[in-house]
């Protein structure tokens, strides 16, 4: 069975400070690994996703992530923050030879500080 | 249409009355989801269809939920005899076949209905 954790329900930070959200996952496959991000009153968007090419994932709006099988983790990183920012996001797995079902965590609310 | 389309956008409905929640993927998609999202939490997954294979249920919190897709396209979900706690946002996405060989394709999401309960 698949699952995502992350860690923080809520993060703050200052405009211009580095952004890390985390994400942690548990496959017994390997996974595909992805991030939404909901601003506020809108549906959700692919921020970006891991599909085994590049462990380095870079996405939209200046964000990245990591995927490290050793710590099965797939943290979200931006260097400087921006107000726009302001959103929840959700990590989410599904597995490559296994239940194709998106899983996704609980979300993560950022909020950025002036 | 290009996106996903929810309908309505908004329902409110009396305890104890049914509820029909519409979702028209993507064309071409051939997986759907539903999801429910409370107030102030995060995504909890309710059904799967993929293509031809028997729906995945096993998000369902109850007998009272169900869901029916025709063939790949339009998909409803119907709630009986509505409870205050079924008050979120329902949630609906579409993909093409999460993998094909090497090639993965994001979900794409609806708006939503969001949901009252009184």
């Known amino acids: 069975a698949q699952s995502v954790t992350q860690l923080g329900s809520h993060v703050s930070v200052s405009e211009g400070a580095l952004v890390l959200l985390r994400c942690n996952y548990s496959s017994s496959v390997p996974p595909y690994l992805f991030w939404y991000v909901q601003y506020p009153n809108q549906g959700l968007q692919l921020l970006l996703k891991?599909?085994?090419?590049?462990?380095l994932v870079k996405g939209i709006n200046g964000f990245e992530a990591e995927f490290k099988k050793s710590e099965t983790s797939f943290h979200l990183t931006k260097p400087s923050a921006h107000m726009s920012d302001a959103a929840e996001y959700f990590c989410a797995v599904s597995e490559v030879f296994g239940n194709e079902k998106l899983t996704f965590g609980t979300g993560t609310r950022l909020t950025i500080i002036p | 249409g290009a996106g996903v389309s929810q309908s309505p956008s908004n329902k409110v409905t009396e305890k104890g009355k049914d509820v029909e929640l519409r979702c028209d993927p993507i064309?071409?998609?051939?997986?759907l989801y539903w999801y429910r999202q409370r107030l102030g939490q995060g995504l909890e997954f309710l059904i799967y269809f993929q293509g031809n294979s028997a729906p995945d249920k096993s998000g369902l919190p109850s007998d009272r939920f169900s869901a029916e897709r025709t063939g790949e396209s339009v998909s409803t979900l119907t709630i009986q005899r509505t409870q205050q706690e079924d008050s979120a946002v329902y949630l609906c996405a579409s993909s093409l076949e999460v993998r094909t060989g090497f090639i993965v394709t994001e979900a794409f999401f609806g708006q939503g209905t969001r949901l009252t309960v009184v």
């Open positions: 064309s071409g998609h051939t997986a």
């Open positions: 891991y599909t085994s090419a590049a462990t």
